[in-house]
């Protein structure tokens, strides 16, 4: 059923062909999205922190320290937003 090539082809080869798409995107990406968006992208997509530091060029732990100010992000909280709300700069 074709050339043989295709049938031989294993999990191990998809792997590291994926990886090379995955790090071409990337490359594309990064002059438009800065990195904070392309964690929040690739984190949307179930990657863990090690395979979007492996795309990314950088470490697990700082994708980890990424999500973590992304999730700060996402929640403020009320007090916060009521406390920056009434202080304002000070009359002198």
Do not use: Y
């Amino acid at each position: 059923m074709g050339n043989g090539r295709n049938s031989d082809i294993g999990f191990a080869e998809l792997h590291t062909q994926l990886r090379i798409i995955s790090r071409l995107i990337a490359a594309q990406l990064k002059p438009t999205m800065g990195q904070q968006d392309l964690v929040r992208l690739l984190w949307s997509t179930g990657a863990s922190n090690a395979e979007i530091g492996d795309v990314l060029d950088t470490t697990p732990a700082t994708v980890a320290t990424t999500i973590q100010r992304l999730k700060k992000r996402q929640k403020p909280t009320d007090s916060s937003a009521s406390e920056s709300v009434s202080e304002g700069p000070a009359d002198v």
